[in-house]
T-cell receptor, first 115, second 112 residues
Framework: EAQVTQNPRYLITVTGKKLTVTCSQN?????MSWYRQDPGLGLRQIYY???????DKGDVPEGYKVSRKEKRNFPLILESPSPNQTSLYFC??????????????FGPGTRLLVL | GDSVTQMEGPVTLSEEAFLTINCTYT??????LFWYVQYPGEGLQLLLK?????DKGSNKGFEATYRKETTSFHLEKGSVQVSDSAVYFC???????????FGAGTRLAVHP
């Protein structure tokens, strides 16, 4: 089954304790992206990757890191989490953009609470 | 920059009522337009899309038409069901970076 998976689905942590949220897709997609969802703001892009070893900032990259060492995986790293990073996080993937017609497929989401 | 504006919710309807959720956008060029749905406790699923002016996307009884002259992509369904209760997001695909720009989302609650 074609899917995007994320782990963990729920996470409670404390300020400053490094954490990683994993994302994996089995569709051989080149493009992957992270979004955060906050009430009244919809989803905002954090980082994206056009292919292995190619990453770039989205609209809200502060406090986050990513890496793309393999095509299928795109982990999101919070080196020193703060309470304002409490949010619902989504990973997405698609084929390389071609004429703006590529559909993005989303993972199930990771709900993060930073105390 | 590019942006999407959706009508604020929540929208509360009785079963079999007609649904309209308004969506307008601001963008340079000719973006693709999408409606995503998020059922309680789940991730986002693509509901429908349209890639050029006057295209109509449709799925599961929902429809939306890409109106370039009014920069709109309103979501409609003729007869909603309780199972349609969810949050609906309008989005556009921005530029060459495959970035989705989302509206704030509209929560729909359908009662029997």
């Amino acid at each position: 089954e074609a899917q995007v998976t994320q782990n963990p689905r729920y996470l409670i942590t404390v300020t400053g304790k490094k954490l990683t949220v994993t994302c994996s897709q089995n569709m051989n997609h080149e493009y992957m992206s992270w979004y955060r969802q906050d009430p009244g703001l919809g989803l905002r892009q954090i980082y994206y990757s056009m292919n292995v070893e190619v990453t770039d900032k989205g609209d809200v990259p502060e406090g986050y890191k990513v890496s793309r060492k393999e095509k299928r995986n795109f982990p999101l790293i919070l080196e020193s989490p703060s309470p304002n990073q409490t949010s619902l996080y989504f990973c997405a993937s698609s084929k390389v953009p071609s004429g703006n017609q590529e559909t993005q497929y989303f993972g199930p989401g990771t709900r993060l609470l930073v105390l | 920059g590019d942006s999407v504006t959706q009508m604020e919710g929540p929208v509360t309807l009785s079963e079999e009522a007609f649904l309209t959720i308004n969506c307008t956008y601001t963008a340079t060029g000719y973006p693709s337009l999408f409606w995503y749905v998020q059922y309680p406790g789940e991730g986002l699923q693509l509901l429908l899309k349209a890639t050029k002016a006057d295209d109509k996307g449709s799925n599961k009884g929902f429809e939306a038409t890409y109106r370039k002259e009014t920069t709109s992509f309103h979501l409609e369904k003729g007869s909603v069901q309780v199972s349609d209760s969810a949050v609906y997001f309008c989005a556009l695909l921005s530029g060459g970076y495959n970035k989705l720009i989302f509206g704030a989302g509209t929560r729909l609650a359908v009662h029997p």
